[in-house]
C-alpha cells in the first residue's frame, strides 16, 4: 500500500491480481444481467433457445 499524507490513495497490485479482480468483475456483471432478465421476463425455455441457436447458424453458414 502506498501512503500519502497518513493515507491510503493507491494500492498496488500484481497483473495477475488484476486479470483476476476483473474477470470476477465480469461474471458478477453477467449473473446480475441475467437475474435482471429474469425478473423482467426475458427467459425463454431451452427448445427456444436451441431454434435460435439453429437459426443463427444457419444465417451464417448462408453468408
Same mark, same amino acid.
Given at each position: 500500500?502506498?501512503?500519502q499524507h497518513g493515507r !491510503? !490513495?493507491?494500492v498496488l497490485i500484481s497483473s495477475g491480481e488484476y486479470d483476476q479482480i476483473?474477470?470476477?468483475w465480469r461474471f458478477i456483471e453477467s449473473l446480475t444481467a441475467?437475474?435482471?432478465d429474469s425478473q423482467s421476463?426475458?427467459?425463454m425455455d431451452t427448445e427456444e433457445l436451441k431454434a435460435r441457436l439453429a437459426s443463427a447458424r444457419e444465417q451464417r453458414r448462408s453468408r
Open positions: 500500500m502506498i501512503t !491510503p !490513495p493507491a476483473r474477470e470476477q441475467g437475474l435482471d421476463g426475458r427467459v
